[in-house]
């Protein structure tokens, strides 16, 4: 799906700003303004906004309205309503009349308006429901609970250990095109310079489409004709991390000698490839150094947050970090973007997490052990995720590895059967084929796990030290080692690396004999881990868990959150930002001087 961008033939509009909010109690009216609206910032989280646990935790739906002016310049055109995302769930109304759904809280969705808009004002009103439970990704229940002389409580429990933020958290858009236009483009290109696109049209059969590609000073260095080809740009700069060299496909859409409609697609040359378990970066071994991540700020919570985006890959690239997974859900487009200008190569995540009905990360659900499979119904949903994340992402040079999960019920009977096809339909969607992974979790070790065969890449999460053997750093260390190697026996071929592993730390709380929750600690526990690695060739990579503090539903296990960050959640360094950074940035030295 293209990036809402404007060009000769496109007009584009954001709808962000302050929209009118409501929680909603009883059913919305669509075609009426909403009585007693409370200003709400798009895009945000709604959750953090105003003040009180009841707002905050509120389950169900909520309401997001404002205006539109459209004028008669835009009926001419085919006029498009886009959203970034809506979280979990929405249904869009223009002056009261339902123009369509949504379900899935971290893709884009739009719906072709002309005909439900008029001239002048225009209502539009967004219904977005928050509820997760075992037929949505993320997974969560619904729990009713009665207290004595109370009236009965409805709560949603998170299946996961990130808070369950929701509303419109990324940018809403309108935008015109021509009622031919380009729907789709899909290009790549390889370490040799060679490269493939595809344009998918809609409109008249007789309509020609032209390729031009430009470099970065925008000089065209290659013009191919027709809805797919193939050609070889030499000489040709390839897309890597230190030099994350950019190209732009320019695509005109032509009817006769009229043009009709034109989208510029930014795209690189690389190669991703899977040898002697290891994985290479157009020909040169590549190891993923960085962390596991959320989309978490303070107030602004999963919203949308530019400064934040660009400040975090500041502070990776000052840390020599080279990548990040989008646990654990797909990340903004705008973040996307600026991995390929920065050279951040990204392993993209479904929001395929809480998928396992006895465990949790913070292990306060009990749940019902071994009944994953035949409990949850999220199946065909966890299909429609991965085409449309696969189909949003697609171009992305920075996408290096698509992950369908994160620590699913892996060892349980029934998870291959669930995960087979999904993992194929990964392979078959991506055009470029990258590799397929699934994230995978302390209780589905190298006898008992299912799914090992379907990764590509073995990406296990880790938290012996922190967990389980808590403050034993050698004893965690000798378990991860015979964990890996065991690992290593079962699949030699296959790259492993470390999705997460990490300790909760206080920022500011020292401890001369580095106990828990210490700074000490977090380093201790980061050297012993990163000793493991060193002694091990096949580990392709080493996720921390996390970059940064992040909100959390309350529970014991947690301070005001999840504190295993190596930055707070306003981004101050721990101690373990200095270790890790210069760990990293001897590990890059040493690379480049290979080269
Ligand atoms: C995990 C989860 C992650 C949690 C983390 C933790 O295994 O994948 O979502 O936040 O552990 O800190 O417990």
Redesign the pocket.
């Known amino acids: 799906m293209l990036y809402p961008k404007m060009s000769k033939t496109r007009m584009v509009f954001s709808l962000d700003g302050v929209w009118d909010f409501q929680l909603v109690t009883e059913e919305v009216k669509p075609s009426k303004k909403l009585e007693d609206s409370i200003p709400m910032p798009v895009p945000s989280s709604y959750n953090d906004i105003y003040i009180g646990r009841d707002f905050k935790n509120h389950v169900g739906s909520m309401a997001y309205q404002r205006t539109i002016a459209i004028t008669e310049q835009m009926l001419e055109k085919r006029l498009v309503l886009r959203f970034g995302s809506a979280t979990h769930k929405a249904e869009v109304f223009l002056n009261g009349e339902y123009i369509g759904g949504h379900k899935g809280g971290f893709l884009p969705f739009e719906f072709e308006i002309t005909k439900f808009a008029k001239v002048g004002e225009n209502l539009l009103t967004v219904v977005v429901d928050n509820i997760i439970d075992n037929t949505t990704l993320p997974a969560g229940r619904i729990v009713n609970q009665t207290f004595p002389n109370m009236e009965p409580e409805v709560h949603n429990l998170p299946n996961?250990?990130?808070f369950n933020y929701s509303g419109l958290m990324r940018s809403v858009h309108l935008y015109t095109t021509d009622k031919n236009y380009i729907k789709d483009i899909v290009i790549f290109g390889d370490d040799k310079g060679n490269m493939e696109w595809n344009v998918l049209v809609e409109g008249e059969e007789t309509l020609s489409v032209q390729v031009d590609i430009l470099d970065k000073g925008g000089h065209c260095v290659y013009q191919g004709q027709g809805r797919s080809g193939k050609a070889r740009i030499t000489p040709c700069e390839l897309w890597d991390t230190e030099n994350p060299y950019l190209y732009r496909a320019k695509v005109t859409l032509r009817k006769g000698q009229e043009l009709v409609d034109e989208y510029t697609e930014t795209f690189g040359f690389r190669t991703i490839a899977i040898e002697d378990c290891r994985l290479y970066l157009n020909g040169k071994k590549l190891y993923l150094r960085g962390f596991?991540k959320h989309e978490d700020a303070p107030i602004s919570g999963r919203g949308l947050n530019l400064p934040y985006h660009i400040k975090d890959l500041a502070l990776m690239k000052w840390m020599g970090a080279n990548s990040f997974r989008t646990?654990?859900y797909p990340y903004s487009e705008e973040m996307l973007n600026l991995c390929d200008q920065e050279g951040i190569l990204v392993i993209a995540e479904t929001p395929a997490?809480g998928l396992h009905t006895g465990f949790t990360?913070?292990g306060m659900i009990g749940g019902e052990p071994k009944g994953t499979w035949t409990t949850l119904k999220t199946a065909e949903h966890h299909k429609e995720v991965i085409e449309d994340m696969i189909w949003r992402d697609k171009n992305h040079p920075c996408i290096v590895m698509w992950s369908v999960a994160?620590?699913p019920a892996s060892e349980e009977e029934g998870a291959k059967e669930y995960f087979e096809p999904l993992t194929t339909l990964a392979k078959e969607k991506d055009p470029q084929h990258r590799p397929v992974t699934i994230?995978t979790?302390e209780g589905s070790s190298p006898e008992t796990c299912k799914v090992a065969e379907l990764c590509d890449v073995l990406v296990i999460?880790r938290?012996r030290g922190w967990?389980d053997t808590e403050g034993n750093l050698k004893g965690a260390a000798a378990l991860l080692k015979d964990e890996l190697e065991r690992f290593h026996k079962r699949c030699p071929e296959k790259p492993i690396m470390l999705g997460?592993y990490?300790a909760?730390t206080i920022a500011g709380m020292h401890d001369i004999d580095e106990g828990l929750f210490s700074e000490e600690y977090q380093v201790a526990f980061l050297k012993a881990y990163s000793e493991v690695f060193d002694s091990l060739p096949y580990i392709t990579g080493e996720h921390i868990?996390?970059f940064a503090d992040f909100a959390?539903a309350e529970n014991i296990k947690r301070v005001q959150g999840?504190k295993?960050g190596i930055f707070t959640r306003t981004r101050e360094p721990k101690m373990s930002a200095y270790y890790m950074k210069q760990r990293w940035n001897e590990m890059k030295e040493k690379e480049n001087s290979y080269e």
């Open positions: 996961f250990d990130f596991g646990s654990h997490v990360a913070t994160n620590e994230v979790y999460n938290y967990y997460e990490g909760d868990w996390n959390t999840n295993k």
